[in-house]
């Protein structure tokens, strides 16, 4: 039988680049035990080269992989008549190696918000998780919230601003703020950027203007919501239009809030499952979860983050990930493992999910 040819994709010019390493160090050696797949790494550095990668996985991690002497430039051609990889040689010509699929493990920007998937879709290449659309849409935290404001999903109040305005009339921005979420505490958050990067939060009027300063060097526009005192809880979904919604897991984190430290760099923090919330809860969230990944237009997989207040016990949504992160201490490999699939089984779903899309669409 022949092997499906599987090029991954990981570190990217992204704030997320050493997060990326390591989901794709786990991805890899999951796929290296599975006969089925021929499978290529292919690294995107820091300033945006991009390399295949020939060498260890032991050395993703840690970024080494980058100077490996047998990497080779590697360019996706967005030429449907190739599907693959183009490599340059040293007479002026190139070489060919033709892809089946792209299984893109990106965090953050240039890899999760939708701009390698448009490369992909340019490309008629089938890929692992969501399409160009629905990425960008979920990387956008005001259009998420937006959209599942719409589809009558309970989530934080919020409001947004832009940079620009804040730089001509910040005393208004703030006012603005104030007056639409009135009590404190706020988030503040980079519309665009992933876990948790440039978010802070905000006691009073000073700390939201040092706040918003800080996002704005992520991103242009910047969210405010309303604080929320509860259970920070996720749930794992996996599917195309037929929805696997996991149990819940809950996170009790190291830091005030899971910022970046407290998922990747702590190890403090602690991952219970199930999560500590009783059975009518844990459908309720699972509802919510399979409603938000319907209407964002999710494919593949995400993991829809909720807060469960402690006053009221409301489910309140937070975010949707389109790639999560696949480390030794991500929430969604652990919850799917807790449903009965495993590391190879899961490969083996969402390589599937990824094909059966692009079929049914040709």
């Given amino acids: 039988m022949q092997k499906i040819r599987i090029a991954v994709f990981f570190g990217g010019v ?3 680049h050493e997060v990326s390493c390591m989901s794709a160090a786990y991805i890899l050696r999951t796929l290296s035990h599975m006969e089925k797949y021929d499978v290529l790494p292919v690294g995107i550095t820091k300033d ?3 390399l295949l990668y020939r060498g260890p996985v032991d050395a993703l991690p840690n970024g080494s992989w980058q100077n490996h002497e047998q990497n080779q430039t590697a360019i996706l051609s967005p030429d449907r008549s190739h599907r693959g990889l ?5 007479n002026g010509h190139w070489d060919f190696l ?3 699929l792209a299984f893109p493990v ?6 999760e918000d939708g701009t390698i998937q448009g490369l992909f879709q340019l490309a008629d290449l089938p890929f692992v998780g969501c399409d160009t659309a629905s990425s960008a849409a979920c990387m956008d935290k005001v259009m998420t919230n937006v959209m599942l404001q719409h589809a009558g999903i309970p989530q934080a109040r919020f409001t947004w601003i832009y940079d620009w305005e804040f730089t001509r009339h910040p005393e208004d921005c703030l006012d603005r703020i104030e007056a639409a979420l009135p009590a404190h505490p706020y988030f503040v958050k980079p519309a665009n950027a992933g876990s948790s990067v440039g978010v802070s939060r905000a006691d009073n009027r000073e700390q939201l203007r040092r706040g918003i300063r800080t996002a704005a060097k992520e991103d242009g526009k910047i969210l405010v919501e309303e604080g929320i005192d509860g259970q920070e809880v996720e749930c794992a979904v996996l599917g195309n239009e037929d929805t696997l919604a996991s149990l819940p897991g809950e996170i009790a984190p190291s830091n005030e ?3 970046y430290d407290a998922k990747y760099l702590s190890g403090a923090s602690k991952l219970f499952i199930p999560a500590h919330i009783d059975d009518a809860t844990s459908s309720l969230l699972r509802e919510y979860a399979q409603k938000a990944y319907h209407a964002m ?3 593949g997989l995400a993991r829809v983050d909720f807060f469960v207040r402690k006053s009221d016990g409301a489910v309140l949504l937070n975010e949707l990930n389109t790639l999560p992160g696949f480390t030794a201490i991500s929430m969604y490999p652990k919850l799917m493992e ?3 699939i495993g590391g190879e089984a899961l490969m083996e779903r969402l390589i599937a999910l990824a094909l059966d899309r692009r079929n049914r669409h040709e």
Avoid: M, Q
């Avoid at 183009?86 to 040293?90: I, K």
């Avoid at 990106?106 to 890899?111: E, F, I, Q, T, V």
């Fill in 257 to 259: 809030f899971y910022d």
């Fill in 338 to 340: 807790a449903c009965g």
């Fill in 297 to 299: 237009g999710c494919t």
């Fill in 106 to 111: 990106l965090h953050g920007k240039n890899g």
């Fill in 48 to 50: 945006g080269r991009w």
């Fill in 98 to 100: 033709p892809i089946d």
């Fill in 14 to 16: 992204s704030s997320e």
């Fill in 86 to 90: 183009l490599l340059p040689c040293e």
